[in-house]
């Protein structure tokens, strides 16, 4: 949800990335499982969720 804040706001994906203190990778997908599914297609997520280090 922070992600998706933040892109409301109109930052880089790179900046969201570093934010939310996941890759841009992992945010490009929470991102098109938004587009795809709304809030029910976030919550719904698979990703495997890491530190950072």
């Known amino acids: 949800m922070e992600a998706l804040d933040l892109k409301s706001q109109g930052l880089p994906h790179w900046e969201m990335a570093q934010l939310v203190q996941v890759s841009q990778n992992t945010?490009?997908?929470y991102l098109k499982d938004y587009q795809?599914?709304?809030i029910a297609g976030l919550k719904g997520l698979?990703?495997?969720l890491q530190q950072s280090q």
């Open 46 to 48: 698979t990703h495997i």
């Open 27 to 29: 945010l490009r997908s």
């Open 36 to 38: 795809a599914g709304g």
